[in-house]
Antibody
């Protein structure tokens, strides 16, 4: 079955960077795009960007342009999301989710809590 | 960016009730819309894709309809496990955008 397993909780100081991983299994990794979505405490869902694992092309939300980088490693079927220049407002749960051939998003990772605090 | 306006923001209902949640898009999105259920501490779960297609494994009491700019999610007979927060999502164009969410509570 399709599984997306994310890395664990992170605590970072303002100005630092964080890199969250999302390891895929149960399907052909390069055939489905992966999205990143975040959710601040008690808030709604916010889309950050997407990567095509076949080639590595990316599209980011304008809000995060210049601060977010999404990459992939096809040898380990893993996607990475790195967010830099962290501030307290970046405290959130970060999710990866699989795009089902143009229909977002049929399977989700369990989420990774990133806390930004001095 | 396409704005998704979801209503109501919260809703109290009883087991067995029929419930409808609406999402309006600021411009036409064809049928590029999904509905998601999220329970506390859990990742969202897709219920409906392509506006009206039921995700495999999701009970048939959930249904979706609409096209263009107006969409609805209907739960025909609420069950205890349905009390959660629901979101719509448009993927017609980037950036993908979500509705604000509807919190469904027990009356």
């Amino acid at each position: 079955q399709v599984q997306l397993v994310q890395s664990g909780t992170e605590v970072k100081k303002p100005g630092a960077s964080v890199k969250v991983s999302c390891r895929a299994s149960g399907y052909t990794f390069t055939r489905y795009y992966i999205h990143w979505v975040r959710q601040a405490p008690g808030q709604g869902l916010e889309w950050m960007g997407i990567i095509n694992p076949n080639g590595g092309s990316t599209t980011y939300a304008q809000k995060f342009q210049g601060r977010v980088t999404v990459t992939r490693d096809t040898s380990t079927s893993t996607v990475y999301m790195e967010l830099s220049s962290l501030r307290s407002e970046d405290t959130a749960i970060y999710y990866c989710a699989r795009d089902q051939g143009g229909d977002c998003c049929d399977s989700w990772g369990q989420g990774t809590l990133v806390t930004v605090s001095s | 960016d396409i704005q998704m306006t979801q209503s109501p923001s919260s809703l109290s209902a009883s087991v067995g009730d029929r419930v409808t949640i609406t999402c309006r898009a600021s411009q036409g999105i064809r049928n590029a819309l999904g509905w998601y259920q999220q329970k506390p501490g859990r990742a969202p779960k897709r219920l409906i894709y392509a506006a009206s297609s039921l995700q495999s494994g999701v009970p048939s009491r959930f249904s979706g309809s609409g096209s263009g700019t107006e969409f609805t999610l209907t739960i025909s007979s609420l069950q205890p496990e349905d009390f959660a927060t629901y979101y719509c999502l448009q993927h017609n164009s980037y950036p993908i955008t979500f509705g604000q969410g509807t919190r469904l509570e027990i009356k």
